[in-house]
């Protein structure tokens, strides 16, 4: 069965570090692999997503992520985070066979000044 | 575009009373998932519908929640009789198509006291 693993619950990074972000999933196939964000009080935004094609896929807001088939992770990163960056990060994979998107269970970044 | 709309956006209400939930989809897009936010449990999909037609209700809790979706600009999640546990944010995802990612509404923040 399709699943995603997210290790960390919670980070927390200094303003202007670098940041990255972990998934693993388990897929028998080519996966569709999403990361999105919410923020507190919000819904959930789409940041990237990867279908096929380039492994390194760019975002919105400057993050960027890189599929890697051998490892079966898809982590996101973005060079120098920003205080508005706080926020629940979700990692995503499309069960095909279950026409599903499969939730990771979420790593909460704090930024700290 | 005005996105996925949903109310009401909080909901306070005493138990055994009946909630109902709205959504309506962007115009256009064709799928429509039901999905519940709590601490303990993260994001359980509850029900999804193509076309208008319900296709999986196997995250639906119990009898005591009921989803309808009666044309492709409306669906409803209700609760009858609702009870404490059933706390939690409830959002609607919408999707064009199966390589797209969902667009989600800022939710429903839902409390039975």
């Known amino acids: 069965a399709q699943s995603v693993t997210q290790p960390d619950i919670h980070i927390t990074v200094s303003e202007g570090a670098s940041l990255e972000l972990r998934c693993n999933y388990s897929y028998g196939a080519t996966p569709y692999l999403f990361w999105y964000v919410q923020s507190p009080g919000q819904g959930l935004q789409l940041l990237l997503k990867?279908?096929?094609?380039?492994?390194l896929v760019q975002g919105i807001k400057g993050f960027e992520a890189e599929f890697k088939r051998s490892q079966s992770s898809f982590n996101l990163r973005k060079p120098s985070v920003h205080w508005s960056d706080a926020a629940e990060y979700f990692c995503?994979?499309?069960?095909?066979?279950?026409?599903?998107?499969?939730f990771g269970t979420g790593t909460l970044l704090a930024v700290q000044p | 575009d005005a996105g996925v709309i949903q109310s009401p956006r909080h909901e306070v209400t005493e138990m055994g009373q009946e909630v109902t939930l709205r959504c309506k989809p962007i115009?256009?897009?064709?799928?429509l998932f039901w999905y519940r936010q709590t601490m303990m449990r993260g994001l359980e999909l509850l029900i999804y519908?193509?076309?208008?037609?319900?296709?999986?209700d196997s995250g639906m809790p119990e009898d005591r929640f009921s989803a309808k979706m009666p044309n492709a600009s409306f669906s409803t999640l209700k609760i009858q009789p609702s009870e404490p546990r059933d706390s939690a944010v409830y959002f609607c995802?919408?999707?064009?198509?199966?390589?797209?990612?969902?667009?989600f509404g800022s939710g429903t923040r839902l409390t039975v006291v």
């Open positions: 115009s256009g897009h064709n799928s």
């Open positions: 995802a919408s999707r064009a198509r199966v390589n797209y990612g969902y667009t």
């Open positions: 990867y279908f096929s094609g380039d492994t």
């Open positions: 995503a994979v499309y069960g095909g066979a279950t026409n599903k998107l499969i």
């Open positions: 519908f193509n076309n208008n037609v319900p296709i999986d």
